[in-house]
Every structure is written in structure tokens, then in C-alpha cells.
Nanobody
Framework: QVQLVESGGGLVQAGGSLRLSCAAS????????MGWFRQAPGKEREFVAAISWSGSTPYANSVKGRFTISRDNAKNTVYLQMNSLKPEDTAVYYC?????????????????????WGQGTQVTVSS
């Protein structure tokens, strides 16, 4: 089994930055595709970014150029660096892991393909 724990959320002013972390237990991180999703009140879960076995890093168009996903295999940790934050980025951010292969950016932007989820961390951006 895999356990994912997010941290690093908080309250920031528009234009500020946050760095989210996701610690995975039980396996080597490089063997799996990892991703970040977010969910705002009253909205469906939304893809943010993913990092594949080969190092591919697809992003949602809404965050390209502002967010960066990375990983540290020695620490079994995935990060999401968020810069130039906007109020519309406010959401609970979830770390997720897909035990299957990375097929494409479109395939791995679907929440249904991921097998494990963290508990979420709140990000609030004030205007």
C-alpha cells in the first residue's frame, strides 16, 4: 500500500509563492507517475500537473509558466512550486499516484487513472 501526505499549504497574497510537498511511503517514487490535483468549493477535482517515469511534466494550461512540479527520489517526495499565485488558485491541493504506466499527458490528466490520494492541503490566495 501507498500513503501520501501533503504539506506546505497556507494563506498568501496574490502574486506570492508557495511550495507544496508530498511525501510517499512504501516504494521508490521513480517507478510511478505522480500528480497534483486541486478542488475548489462547489467545483470538480481539477488536474494541475504530473511528473512521469521519463521525467515528462505536463501542466494544466491555467498554471503553465507559474507552477513547477519536481521530485526528489532519495526522499520519496514530490513538490509543486507555485509562483505568481492568483485568487482563482484557491483550492484544496491533492497529491496522487498512478501505479500504471504513463501513457500521455491527456490520459494522466484524468483523476480516474490515479490509484492513491493524499488528504489534501489548503491553499488560499487573497486579492
Amino acid at each position: 500500500q501507498v500513503q501520501l501526505v501533503e504539506s506546505g499549504g497556507g494563506l498568501v497574497q496574490a502574486g506570492g509563492s508557495l511550495r507544496l510537498s508530498c511525501a510517499a511511503s512504501g516504494r521508490t517514487l521513480s517507478s510511478y507517475t505522480m500528480g497534483w490535483f486541486r478542488q475548489a468549493p462547489g467545483k470538480e477535482r481539477e488536474f494541475v500537473a504530473a511528473i512521469s517515469w521519463s521525467g515528462s511534466t505536463p501542466y494544466a494550461n491555467s498554471v503553465k509558466g507559474r507552477f513547477t512540479i519536481s521530485r526528489d527520489n532519495a526522499k520519496n517526495t514530490v513538490y509543486l512550486q507555485m509562483n505568481s499565485l492568483k485568487p482563482e488558485d484557491t483550492a484544496v491541493y491533492y497529491c496522487t499516484l498512478d501505479t500504471g504506466p504513463f501513457l500521455s499527458s491527456s490520459y494522466n490528466s484524468r483523476a480516474a487513472v490515479y490509484d492513491y490520494w493524499g488528504q489534501g492541503t489548503q491553499v488560499t490566495v487573497s486579492s
